[in-house]
């Protein structure tokens, strides 16, 4: 694979299972969706978090993501931003007023459009990811391996795939659990500790 060595690529992929696996805001949406809505929401929410991130590796590609990531307006302009919308959903979520996600049977507003979009936006407007791309896929990428565009790309490319795989099998699974066994009670539990997590999470991200 355009030179990259075994070991290489072994390294890199046990690096992403490890960071795919601690919560974050990513993970909090899809079980959110997942729990409340059913298998399927916590499905069209993973995609659009993979989305999101397929977006900040396509800026890395591009360079976009540095000159982001050295500007510190537009950074905490997006830190901000996301920060916000973290709390918002979370408050929303609380009061009852709104919803993180999608119903299972699509019959919520927007449908799977609406988790989808939530999804992608909650991934991208986490300037953490984008500072994450930028200094973790270069780690990897071996100069004498080949071009580096194609290996960035490769790379992403499987971080995208491990992010997916990861979410996809926390949402389908955490949503069929939630329709066997979970009841009213339970579900309400949920509820409020994802919304909880996502004003939390909201918070430590304005604080930087």
């Known amino acids: 694979m355009l030179g990259l060595s075994a070991a290489t690529l072994a390294g890199y992929l046990a690096a992403i299972v490890v960071l795919m696996l601690t919560p974050g805001p990513d993970m909090m949406f899809v079980l959110a969706n997942a729990t409340?809505?059913?298998a399927r929401a916590g499905a069209v929410?993973?995609?659009g978090v993979a989305a999101g991130e397929a977006v900040h590796v396509a800026a890395v590609v591009?360079?976009?993501a540095t000159v982001i990531a050295a500007s510190p307006?537009?950074?905490t302009a997006i830190r901000w931003a996301g920060a916000a919308y973290l709390i918002v959903l979370g408050l929303r979520a609380l009061r009852g007023t709104g919803r993180p996600g999608v119903a299972a049977d699509g019959a919520d507003g927007g449908g799977a459009g609406r988790a989808f979009r939530r999804g992608l936006l909650t991934n991208l407007l986490n300037p953490k990811m984008i500072l994450f791309s930028v200094a973790f896929l270069p780690q990897f990428v071996r100069p004498d391996a080949g071009p580096v565009a194609a290996q960035l790309v490769l790379l992403g490319a499987l971080f995208v795939a491990v992010?997916?795989?990861v979410d996809l099998a926390l949402g389908v699974g955490a949503g069929r659990f939630a329709r066997r066994w979970g009841d009213s009670r339970w579900s309400r539990r949920v509820d409020?500790?994802?919304a909880v997590a996502f004003v939390a999470l909201g918070v430590r991200l304005a604080a930087g």
Do not use: D, K
């Open 36 to 38: 409340r809505y059913g």
């Open 73 to 75: 307006v537009l950074f």
């Open 163 to 165: 992010q997916l795989t």
């Open 45 to 47: 929410a993973a995609l």
């Open 62 to 64: 591009a360079g976009l």
């Open 192 to 194: 409020r500790l994802c």
